[in-house]
């Protein structure tokens, strides 16, 4: 069964930082495309940050520029998102998605563009 597992959500203060990761079981993500999102209550999933298969090629929403860094590590299967000098509105469920792209060096900034999610960890930021 192909499986995205988010984790590294927890509570921390404003101008802290925490490290998601997100974990593929049951297929390997070296030929997928991968993106974060989040979503806040009562607001609509947004898009966060996205990378290419090959981690050469990233993209950033507005809001998280030069706060936030997408990586990965192929080898894990794995997908990481650094976040620093977190912010009150950073707070919300943070979801990692997939697409496979074979080896095209592209990303997706839409979530109707995914075909697998993780269920999401939760990111609170408050004192």
């Known amino acids: 069964q192909m499986r995205l597992v988010e984790s590294g959500g927890g509570l921390v203060q404003p101008g802290g930082s925490l490290i998601l990761s997100c974990v593929a079981s049951g297929f390997t993500l070296d030929y997928y495309a991968v993106g974060w999102f989040r979503q806040a209550p009562g607001k609509e999933r947004e898009f966060v940050a996205a990378i290419n298969w090959s981690g050469g090629s990233t993209n950033y929403a507005d809001s998280v520029k030069g706060r936030f860094t997408i990586s990965r590590d192929n080898a894990k299967n794995t997908v990481y998102l650094q976040m620093n000098s977190l912010k009150p509105e950073d707070t919300a469920v943070y979801y990692c998605?997939?697409?496979?792209?074979?080896?095209?060096?592209?990303?997706?900034?839409?979530?109707?563009?995914?075909?697998?999610w993780g269920q999401g960890t939760q990111v609170t930021v408050s004192s």
């Open positions: 998605a997939a697409r496979e792209v074979g080896k095209r060096s592209i990303y997706y900034t839409f979530k109707g563009s995914y075909d697998y």
